[in-house]
């Protein structure tokens, strides 16, 4: 059973369309990660939240602790926004907070 | 600053042999951290280390394993290729190992096994 679930797997969407992406997991944690990854492998944090809202440009990125869930929204997409988005928590090793464990990701295609 | 960097980018390598792959973390970061990504999946964590130890590891056999030096930057090693070990490899660095810190991630080695 996976511990980090993310839907979709796949999205494309018009230029300018609001997207959101889901990611539900099955652990107590204290933070949650978003990261984007271009083709090619990089990998960049966008953002890392444990409650509430943060906003970064067009991208929002929302969590729910008691339902365990977290979205991450973007308006007025782009093009560039194509990349593949992933949703990390940390896993706990014994007790005490571990090292981040991954959801599969969700691969954006934004066409002009 | 340079950011993490990671060297070799690309590398082929077939079964039975062995591969060491390096990282160097962000400037003033003294945690690395390796992770395995397949093709279609998302990273698997395989071990972290911290003061030259490996802190934390996942659920990778004894296969792989690691080093990292005074200066913090790391190795990955893993013996005895199998077909299976062809992935993408992240190594991400952070200031200290809480999971609350922000991990900066390299722009990976790519591994192929024949």
């Known amino acids: 059973k996976n511990e980090v679930e993310q839907s979709p797997q796949n999205l494309t969407a018009q230029e300018g369309e609001f997207i959101t992406i889901n990611c539900s997991y099955s652990?107590?944690?204290?933070?949650l990660h978003w990261l984007q990854q271009h083709p090619g492998g990089g990998i960049v944090s966008l953002f890392m939240?444990?409650?509430g809202k943060k906003k970064h440009g067009r991208l929002i990125a929302t969590i729910n602790i008691q339902e365990k869930h977290s979205s991450l929204h973007i308006t007025a997409s782009h093009p560039r926004d194509s990349a593949v988005y992933i949703c990390?928590?940390?896993?706990?090793?014994?007790?005490?907070?571990?090292?981040?464990?991954f959801g599969k990701g969700t691969k954006l295609s934004v066409k002009p | 600053d340079a950011g993490v960097t990671q060297s070799p980018t690309h590398l082929i390598k077939t079964r039975g042999q062995q591969v060491t792959l390096r990282c160097s973390p962000k400037?003033?970061?003294?945690?690395v951290s390796w992770y395995q990504q397949a093709l279609g999946q998302g990273p698997q964590f395989i071990f972290q280390?911290?003061?030259?130890?490996?802190?934390q590891r996942g659920n990778f056999p004894d296969r792989f394993s690691g080093h990292q030096y005074p200066n913090y930057s790391s190795e990955l090693n893993v013996n005895a290729l199998l077909l299976g070990d062809s992935a993408l490899y992240l190594c991400?660095?952070?200031?200290?190992?809480?999971?609350?810190?922000?991990?900066?991630f390299g722009p990976g080695t790519r591994l192929l096994v024949l």
């Open positions: 652990v107590g944690i204290s933070a």
């Open positions: 280390y911290y003061e030259e130890e490996e802190r």
């Open positions: 939240l444990s409650s």
């Open positions: 991400a660095s952070s200031f200290g190992y809480s999971p609350q810190e922000t991990q900066y």
């Open positions: 990390a928590v940390p896993l706990h090793y014994g007790g005490s907070q571990g090292n981040l464990i």
């Open positions: 400037s003033g970061h003294d945690t």
